[in-house]
Antibody
């Protein structure tokens, strides 16, 4: 079935780094743009980053620009988010989400939790 | 402070019709399509409406979306207890060069 499974979350100290992964299955991963969206505890959704189907274009939210890098390996059907210089305000559940051809994020993973704390 | 503005809460009784508004600007809703997401407690968001008023397969026709100028709304008719969830609007923003979400509306079924 169509599925996205995130991994790599955990507890990290301020200033630290972490890499999240999102394994895709059940659809042609290399044909779709992909996103990371996060949700801080008790807060709303915040879009983080987008990567085009072929990796040729990447966009970032201002809040993470210069600190986070989105990438993908289409041979492994996997999306990544490399996070550097982590701050307390980066604490959130991180979801990967597929951009549908029609419009909108039609497939979401279950999320992985990142906690930035000393 | 979210780029798109939604009321923090809404409520209705079973069977009632409720609407949730979403206000933006010319760089987002005014020039791009609106999506709506439903997030049930403890779960990942789910696409409810895309392209302003289109429902993905499997979404009941009790859910409908509309857009006018720089505002949009989600209507839920025949309210049911399992509609109790957080609802988010979203759109691409040409100025920010990214997607923006509303702050979310918590729907309570009384």
């Amino acid at each position: 079935q169509v599925q996205l499974v995130e991994s790599g979350g955990g507890v990290v100290q301020p200033g630290g780094s972490l890499r999240l992964s999102c394994a895709a299955s059940g659809f042609t991963f290399s044909s779709y743009g992909m996103n990371w969206v996060r949700q801080a505890p008790g807060k709303g959704l915040e879009w983080v980053a987008f990567i085009r189907f072929d990796g040729s274009n990447k966009y970032y939210a201002d809040s993470v620009k210069g600190r986070f890098t989105i990438s993908r390996d289409n041979s492994k059907n996997t999306l990544y988010l490399q996070m550097y210089s982590l701050r307390a305000e980066d604490t959130a559940v991180y979801y990967c989400a597929k951009l549908s051809n029609g419009d909108g994020f039609d497939i979401w993973g279950q999320g992985t939790t990142v906690t930035v704390s000393s | 402070q979210s780029v798109l503005t939604q009321p923090p809460s809404a409520s209705g009784t079973p069977g009632q019709r409720v609407t949730i508004s979403c206000s933006g600007s010319s760089s987002n809703i005014g020039s791009n399509t609106v999506k709506w997401y439903q997030q049930l407690p403890g779960t990942a968001p789910k696409l409810l409406i895309y392209s302003n008023n289109q429902r993905p397969s499997g979404v009941p026709d009790r859910f409908s979306g509309s857009k006018s100028g720089t505002s949009a709304s989600l209507a839920i008719s025949g309210l049911q207890s399992d509609d109790e969830a957080d609802y988010y609007c979203a759109a691409w923003d040409d100025s920010l060069i990214g997607w923006v979400f509303g702050g979310g509306t918590k729907l309570t079924v009384l």
